[in-house]
């Protein structure tokens, strides 16, 4: 079993930036690849971006293709996710996840945090 807490979001202007952390704690953290997804009011969980458990290979979605970048620290037990140029539409709820192998959907992570608001304003 793994526990993961979210931490830095906020509220931000747009073009601005935040990094967002997830701090794993349990067993075998650098055995679990792990993932961002996001939920906006009224909309479902979305995939955000993933990384392999060694790191070595990434996924993001479209939407924040060549603004977001996943990355993590198997020695501090913490995914990243830098986000830079934000805009009004990625405000919701970022949620990090962990599974055995690199998912996209959200039914299919087994471990999740509990969540981190950003709030971007135009």
């Known amino acids: 079993q793994v526990q993961l807490v979210e931490s830095g979001g906020g509220l931000v202007q747009a073009g601005g930036s935040l990094r967002l952390s997830c701090a794993a704690s349990g067993r075998s953290f650098s055995s679990y690849a792990m993932a961002w997804f996001r939920q906006a009011p009224g909309k479902e969980r979305e995939f955000v971006a993933a990384?392999?458990?060694?790191?070595?290979?990434?996924w993001s979605a479209d939407s924040v293709k060549g603004r977001f970048t996943i990355s993590r620290d198997n020695a501090k037990n913490t995914v990243y996710l830098q986000m830079n140029s934000l805009r009004p539409e990625d405000t919701a709820v970022y949620f990090c996840?962990?599974?055995?192998?690199?998912?996209?959907?959200?039914?299919?992570?087994?471990?999740w945090g509990q969540g981190t608001q950003v709030t971007v304003s135009s």
């Open positions: 996840a962990a599974q055995s192998h690199v998912k996209f959907t959200a039914s299919e992570y087994d471990y």
């Open positions: 990384i392999t458990w060694t790191g070595g290979s990434t």
